[in-house]
């Protein structure tokens, strides 16, 4: 409940707010040491309030007319108002003349600015015109509350989407270095790995190098047998020569490295893939892009560059991408990995094509939250309630997605989907239901979620976990990124690597 709505409740039902005291002398120390001495919220509350029904009074016609009272009235505001900014929450006190002089001024401007708001009210008792005025001040302040809260989103999508300075010198001075090289150093080792299946591998699609490289580090240096790591690593054509020489000037120790250019793809194509002929579409980027679209704070997640790129929808094809492979981890490159993932490729998914940690709690994160039920396609063949689940660290069983045929699962609604009423946007919608009754649930260890939106994700899960996730906007690369995760992320990075110091990269 806010202090006006809180204040009108009071007037209502001529309930008299109680009177407010603030210490005017702490005790001191003898020796002179500081103490520290907490105010109560409910003392800092009441003097709020007594300000609010203070400005309340400022409005009404009977006061505005004796100009004497106006103006004192409107002085004890101002110095109850320097009170309240000048005077933190928890106050630490030293044996000084001026910290009693300051808090006897304080108690007694309070004292003031209460005496002259009974003499108020005996000039104005007439309830109904102060709860007139209460309800437009609760009104203007809910109105600007709003405007704020929806320039906060547009600025954080802002920020989220915007590309820092670092980040866009550092794919320019390795794509300057790697062109530079023979074509016998372009090479990456150990390349007949890439097919063992008895290997763990990982794919990983992304067109942002410092994210991709701190996904690897992590990888290999928490691996109990680094050897047996095959990254598999998918970019666009812009970043595929940075791509590459960042990881040839920073090999991850014994693990292996493939980098791939997502147009040497040429099967996938429009008439292959509906997706991929949807996003290219006028109606699409219009959908996404159109300018009366910014005046909706809801619509201002869809306009996203990643949700029209083919490297967001490039999962749905790991077993045309690897075919001599039998199961691979996918990786966002939003994550961090804290322990060893080779157990993964043991655990018995019971025929099913997915692994991945389960999201919801109690109404939070289910079907009904992604897909739109109030279609019939949607409402007949799936269950509103059912959990969700995470894209991030997903074990794919291949052999069992081939004998399933799931891509063409996933065609199919895609097709459904072209005029968008299924469901709005992103992968994680066509993901629930292309992998229903096809997803099995991992232990919430192995994937904790959270780290780009939430502050309050418990420290106890971060570090039993296998894998975090900087999902949401707030990146740590990025410079609205959660400073207390931020650290779990930078420390797989060595800032003193030429090419950070060079793009001026810090921690």
Same mark, same amino acid.
Not at 204 to 211: R, V
Not at 240 to 266: C, D, H
Not at 392 to 419: C, P, S
């Given at each position: ?54 400005? +309340? ?7 505005? #007319? ?143 190098? =410092? ?64 997706? =991929? ?36 929808? =490039? ?21 961090? +990995? ?14 099913? %094509? ?24 949607? #409402? ?84 039993? #976990?296998? %894998? ?40």
């Amino acid at each position: 409940m806010t202090y006006l709505q809180e204040s009108l409740l009071k007037i209502t039902s001529k309930q008299r707010p109680p009177k407010v005291i603030v210490e005017n002398t702490p005790a001191v120390q003898r020796d002179g040491s500081t103490k520290s001495i907490v105010l109560p919220d409910t003392r800092i509350r009441n003097i709020k309030d007594q300000l609010i029904k203070a400005k +309340v009074y400022l409005g009404l016609g009977s006061i505005r #007319a004796n100009s004497q009272y106006l103006k004192d009235l409107r002085q004890r505001i101002r110095e109850v108002q320097r009170f309240l900014v000048m005077h933190p929450r928890t106050l630490i006190y030293q044996r000084t003349y001026n910290i009693f002089i300051y808090l006897f001024s304080a108690n007694e401007k309070v004292k003031a600015l209460e005496l002259l708001l009974i003499k108020g009210k005996q000039m104005q008792d007439d309830c109904s015109i102060v709860v007139k005025k209460l309800r437009a001040m609760l009104h203007s302040a809910e109105e600007q509350l709003n405007a704020h809260k929806k320039q906060t989103v547009f600025l954080t999508q802002l920020a989220a989407k915007t590309l820092p300075k670092g980040l866009h010198c550092l794919p320019l001075r390795l794509a300057n270095e790697y062109y530079s090289l023979d074509p016998g150093r372009q090479q990456f080792p150990n390349q007949q790995k890439l097919v063992d299946p008895k290997l763990c591998h990982y794919a990983l699609f992304s067109d942002n190098i =410092l994210a991709t490289a701190v996904v690897v580090n992590s990888t290999v240096l928490n691996a109990k047998h680094p050897s047996d790591h095959v990254f598999h690593i998918v970019t666009d054509r812009l970043n595929y020569a940075p791509m590459r020489m960042w990881f040839l000037s920073n090999p991850p120790g014994k693990a292996t490295i493939e980098v791939q250019n997502i147009e040497e793809f040429t099967w996938l194509n429009d008439s292959y893939s509906p997706v =991929l002929k949807q996003i290219g579409s006028q109606s699409m980027i219009d959908y996404y892009f159109r300018t009366n679209h910014a005046n909706s704070d809801s619509n201002l997640k869809y306009r996203n560059p990643k949700y029209l790129s083919i490297l967001n929808h =490039l999962r749905f094809y790991l077993p045309e991408i690897y075919p001599k492979l039998d199961k691979i981890v996918f990786l966002d490159d939003d994550i961090v +990995v804290k322990k060893d993932l080779s157990g993964l490729w043991s655990i018995d998914m019971k025929g099913r %094509v997915n692994g991945a940690v389960e999201t919801c709690g109690e109404s939070f994160h289910r079907f009904d939250r992604y897909l739109n039920f109030s279609n019939p396609l949607i #409402a007949n063949n799936f269950n509103p309630h059912a959990c969700g689940w995470a894209f991030g660290m997903n074990v794919f069983d291949l052999a069992e997605w081939r004998r399933q045929n799931i891509t063409q699962i996933y065609h199919h609604w895609q097709k459904l989907n072209e005029d968008r009423t299924l469901w709005k946007l992103g992968t994680l919608p066509p993901g629930l239901i292309t992998f229903w009754n096809k997803t099995f649930p991992l232990s919430h260890s192995w994937h904790v979620l959270g780290l780009g939106y939430n502050p309050h994700v418990s420290s106890r899960d971060i570090e039993r #976990a296998a %894998v975090i996730h900087y999902n949401g906007n707030m990146k740590p690369w990025l410079e609205i990124g959660l400073p207390k995760f931020r650290n779990h992320w930078s420390k797989y990075l060595d800032y003193d690597q030429p090419f950070l110091r060079e793009c001026n990269i810090n921690p």
